[in-house]
Each structure stands twice: as structure tokens, then as C-alpha cells.
């Protein structure tokens, strides 16, 4: 998946009384910011990324990709061509097209029925923008519970990723295919080998650096089961690991490492396809699963800053949907970002999870300090809150009716 978020304007903007939606989004969001991050990505990433995988798709290769929308806007509004360049890749018959919760948001924990509608929207979206089929989903950080799973059904998509974590698995396997009971297929995404080249790629004291890509085909390669699902960020190349990892010699090398051991690769819906009629039954949890972290919701909501933020990402979006405006309660959605609480996760914390948050915490906000950090974020959204009370007050007000027949209450006379 490929995904650059909104990134909040911190120092947290005065949002004067009445101000217009449009006047709003400017107080939240940090456009500059977006742009100077976008620019640099692409750079380092997207584009030789891009132009990679399009020779590689030529030699064996097949994968699948998504796109936030989030980054979709950022693309049209600084990068056109680095947008074609994707569409091009789309287009190519060996890559298939996957959608994403749009906002790369949390919206299905507030409101199950817009992250629905959503899917299905954005699902249409791709479908007209990049003139490919869309059948199989993806939600924000691979999410998968019992009821997300029910919510992807009614959108209609055919198949679902999830991250295969062993305490959702239990003794199953990663490397079949699944369901919960309705004709959407699970494809599990294999943890170890998908983090030995997401995460652990450059980290020179993991005893398997340096990964090369004839043993990393080998393991795939000896992998038990019926195919082995892969996952991993867009800027895993490039971004998370520099050029100079040589994470672009690795992924050039593997189509070919992989051949010589037989190994085909498939879209994920030719893996649905072929392997559908032995499909096994997976109970899914009721507390989501992730790829984040280790493995649950704990990544985005275990210290108390991350709860604090949770709580208000909850106003934030019934304030809106108080107001009745349409343009309000789309901010309010797009402050659900699952990266704001990823960005915070660094909170009183040392270890290797944390020093990856802290890594991809915006450099310019580090100069208000880690307590100013989380002072401000949490102010951004009190902020939002309260700058919702004018078109919350209104719409209220005409919602309000007396009874028939019932008169204001008549005013005491002076004495």
C-alpha cells in the first residue's frame, strides 16, 4: 500500500466562531508540510519504486497495490505525473488493484455504516480513475475483526486482507485461503517473511542481515501450505529502507531467485481464484487484529495520550455529525487517521516500536517537545470541537419544534 497522511498544522491554529468549513481544513491540516514530505518521498521512493516494479511486472513478477486517497489528492494536486506513472503501473496485466479505507482512517470504530459507504465510493473512484476492476479490500493498517469482516461483505468485495497473527491463526496456517461464512475470501498475510523485508531489511544487528534475495526466495520457496502472501508498505523501498540498503538490488533480483525455485507469483485474486473451493473456515476475533506493532489494537491505543486523542476523535466526529454539515463531518472522518495515533505511540515509551514512531513523527514538530507534541495535537482537536458549535447550535435549532398549539412562555411583568 502506498499512503502519505494529513498531516495536523501544530502549533494547533486558532479556528474563529462561524468560520467556514474550507477556513477549517486550512487551521487543521499542515498542506505545506504534505507537500515537502510528498516531494521528498517521491523522490526517494515513488518514482524509482515505480519505474522498478514496471520493468519487474515485465519479467514474472505479480502484485497487488493500494492507494490511500489521501495520497491520491496529494498526487493530483502537486504530482500529476507521478499519478499517470501509477495509473500506468496499475494498467499492466500482472498488477492488481486493491482498495483501502480511504482516509487511511479508524472511521469504522465510529461509525460502521459510513466506513461502508466509503468502500464502496472509493471502490468506484479507483474503478473510474485507474479503468481497472476492483474485487478485493483492504482496511487501514490491515484491521480485521468479526464485524469489519461482515462490513467488507456488504460493501461487496470478494476478498479481505488480514495480517496472520498467530493468536488470531492459532494452529492454522497463514499460507491458505479463509473465510468467516460469507463468500468473501481472507488472504492472510505471512508476518515473518513480510517483516523480515518491511522492518528488519537494514537492521544490521537481526541475525539474518544481510537478506539477499536467493535466500529470502528460498524461504518462500519451503514455505508449507498452498501460497505464500506477502505484504508490505510502498515506501518499504526507498523510504523506510534507503536506496543505499540496497533494498532496490534485492527487489530486482527476486522475480528471478524466485523462478528458479518454481515458485509463481499471483494477484490476489488469482490466489483466490485458484485455491476458493478448499477455502478454510477462520473464526475472526471480536477485538481487531492488525500488522501493527504486536499484532492488536495495543500499538495505537496503549499509552494515555493515544486514548486521550481517541476520546476526542470521538467528539470531534459526533460534534460534526451534531452540526449537520456534510463538509464538517468529512473532517471530522479524516481526523480518525490511524497516523495520528501512530505518531504518539512514542509516548513514555524506549523501545524499537516507539523509535519507529518517533521516527516518522514529523522532524518540525520535535521543536515543541515531546510534552508540547502531544499539548498541541490534543488542541486541534478541542479546537475542531468547539469551532463545530455555531452550525451545531443552528441545525439543532431548526430541528427543535413546540408542540401544536403551544406558546412561548409569557414574560414576567416588572412590579
Not at 190 to 214: C, I, K, N
Not at 245 to 265: K, W, Y
Not at 315 to 329: I, M, R, T
Request: glycine share 8%.
Amino acid at each position: 500500500m502506498a499512503h502519505q497522511p494529513h498531516r495536523l498544522k501544530l502549533p494547533a491554529q486558532p479556528m474563529p466562531t462561524g468560520a467556514a468549513a474550507a477556513d477549517i481544513e486550512h487551521c487543521l491540516f499542515d498542506r505545506a508540510m504534505d507537500r515537502r514530505y510528498l516531494e521528498q518521498v517521491a523522490v526517494k521512493c515513488y518514482r524509482p519504486a515505480t519505474a522498478l516494479f514496471a520493468e519487474l511486472v515485465q519479467r514474472g513478477l505479480k502484485m497487488s497495490i493500494g492507494f490511500s486517497e489521501s495520497l491520491l489528492d496529494q498526487l493530483a494536486r502537486w504530482d500529476r505525473p507521478l499519478l499517470d506513472g501509477f495509473r500506468q503501473l496499475v494498467r499492466q496485466p500482472a498488477v492488481e488493484l486493491v482498495a483501502v479505507e480511504p482516509d487511511h482512517s479508524f472511521i469504522f470504530y465510529f461509525d460502521i455504516r459510513r466506513f461502508v459507504r466509503g468502500m464502496r465510493a472509493f471502490r468506484q473512484r479507483l474503478q473510474e480513475g485507474f479503468e481497472v476492476p476492483v474485487a478485493v479490500a483492504d482496511t487501514t493498517e490491515m484491521c480485521m475483526s468479526d464485524d469489519l469482516y461482515f462490513a467488507l461483505a456488504r460493501a461487496g468485495f470478494r476478498g479481505g486482507l488480514m495480517d496472520g497473527r498467530p493468536w488470531v491463526m492459532q494452529w492454522r496456517r497463514s499460507t491458505h485461503l479463509y473465510h468467516h461464512g460469507l463468500p468473501l475470501h481472507l488472504l492472510c498475510r505471512h508476518t515473518e517473511l513480510s517483516d523480515d523485508v518491511g522492518y528488519r531489511f537494514s537492521d544490521r544487528h537481526w541475525a539474518g542481515f544481510p537478506l539477499m534475495a536467493d535466500r529470502y526466495a528460498e524461504w518462500i520457496a519451503r514455505a508449507d501450505g498452498d501460497f505464500v502472501c506477502v505484504g508490505w508498505d510502498f515506501e518499504t523501498f526507498g523510504e523506510h529502507h534507503w536506496a543505499s540498503s540496497g533494498i532496490f538490488e534485492f527487489l530486482a533480483a527476486l522475480p528471478r531467485e524466485l523462478e528458479r525455485r518454481g515458485v509463481e507469483c499471483l494477484t490476489v485474486s488469482e490466489a483466490i481464484g485458484r485455491h476458493a473451493d478448499r477455502a478454510h473456515e477462520l473464526p475472526l476475533p471480536a477485538f481487531a487484529s492488525t500488522w501493527a506493532g504486536d499484532g492488536g489494537m495495543g500499538f495505537f491505543l496503549g499509552n494515555p495520550v493515544q486514548q486521550a486523542l481517541f476520546q476526542l476523535m470521538h467528539h470531534a466526529y459526533n460534534k460534526a455529525q451534531l452540526s449537520g454539515d456534510p463538509h464538517l463531518v468529512r473532517l471530522a472522518a479524516q481526523l480518525t487517521q490511524s497516523d495520528v495515533l501512530h505518531l504518539t505511540q512514542w509516548f513514555g515509551r524506549s523501545d524499537d516500536q516507539a523509535a519507529v514512531s518517533a521516527y516518522f513523527t514529523p522532524r518540525e514538530w520535535w521543536g515543541l517537545g515531546p510534552d508540547g507534541i502531544v499539548w498541541e495535537v490534543q488542541e486541534v482537536y478541542k479546537r475542531f470541537i468547539q469551532a463545530c458549535d455555531p452550525a451545531a447550535v443552528a441545525h439543532i435549532g431548526r430541528l427543535i419544534k413546540r408542540p401544536p398549539g403551544m406558546k412561548p412562555p409569557a414574560a414576567a411583568a416588572k412590579g
